[in-house]
């Protein structure tokens, strides 16, 4: 009898440890701050693109997860400090990035373009925006790429989108560099409906990746969360729902 127990007591623990391991929860850190990719809805809950795709990799690696919201001028530092396990923002790959954290493979690529009012006369080259003013997210890469490429044009940074688009309507800023399918979306709204992409995007080679601690093994779990979202049609249905094209 005694021998019973102590099998049955054995496969009781391995019972509860099989069940805590499949209840394992990550957090995943988003900005919310950056539609349609992140942000709130009335109730505050964290919606958007990349919370539609962190969930679905979630999903797949069978593990619970939730979010945590980060300001974005210190989102990476909060990755570091361990307040999230990964950073799923719509954030670009770039090697000055790659010296603090590792990136998984992109789960979306990007590009850079203009916006501007539309009875405007508004021409994209560094001659012609001398005098102007440009805002874009401070610690982007159209904030970089402004400094980098137009040295002699005026930028504007702002600490989130959302108040430059403000800026914009406000006539306190003469056109906004950022993300194309985020400029997309803001165009659709009211406020943007004077608004209009000027030239041609300015950048075509931004690839957007989630972001992990350096040597963390979660990254090569991820990287095949997205392959079999992206290989069983998960992916496009997230992307249809927010773009009628596709950004992979």
């Known amino acids: 009898m005694q021998n019973y127990k102590k099998v049955f007591l054995a496969a009781a623990v391995t019972l509860a440890f099989s069940a805590g391991a499949m209840a394992e929860t990550l957090k995943m850190g ?22 539609e795709i962190g969930d679905a990799l979630c999903a797949k690696m069978k593990v619970e997860c939730t979010v945590v919201t980060s300001d974005w001028d210190g989102i990476i530092p909060a990755l570091n400090a361990k307040k999230f396990d990964f950073l799923i923002s719509s954030m670009s790959i770039t090697d000055e990035r790659k010296q603090a954290v590792d990136f998984t493979d992109p789960y979306y690529s990007n590009k850079l ?4 009012r539309k009875d405007v006369d508004f021409k994209t080259d560094e001659a012609s925006l001398k005098g102007k003013v440009i805002g874009a997210q401070r610690a982007t890469l159209a904030g970089t790429w402004m400094e980098d490429h137009m040295p002699g044009v005026e930028v504007k940074l702002y ?13 306190r800023v003469d056109g906004i560099l950022a993300d194309k399918y985020v400029n997309y979306e803001w165009l659709k709204s009211d406020a943007g409906k004077s608004y209009e992409f000027k ?5 075509e080679s931004d690839k957007i990746g989630i972001a992990v601690r350096k040597k963390d093994p979660i990254r090569e779990k991820l990287n095949t969360a997205l392959k079999e979202i992206v290989a069983d049609g998960t992916y496009k249905k997230i992307n249809d729902k927010y773009f009628p094209f596709s950004i992979y």
Do not use: C, M, R, W
């Not at 373009?113 to 501007?116: D, E, H, S, T």
């Not at 600490?159 to 006539?171: F, I, S």
């Not at 030239?199 to 950048?203: A, I, L, T, Y």
């Open 113 to 116: 373009q203009f916006i501007a």
């Open 199 to 203: 030239g041609e995007p300015v950048e």
């Open 159 to 171: 600490d989130t989108q959302e108040n430059a688009y403000l800026d914009l309507t406000a006539g």
């Open 30 to 51: 988003i900005e919310a701050a950056y539609p349609p990719f992140n942000n709130k809805d009335a109730s505050g809950n964290v919606v958007g693109f990349d919370k």
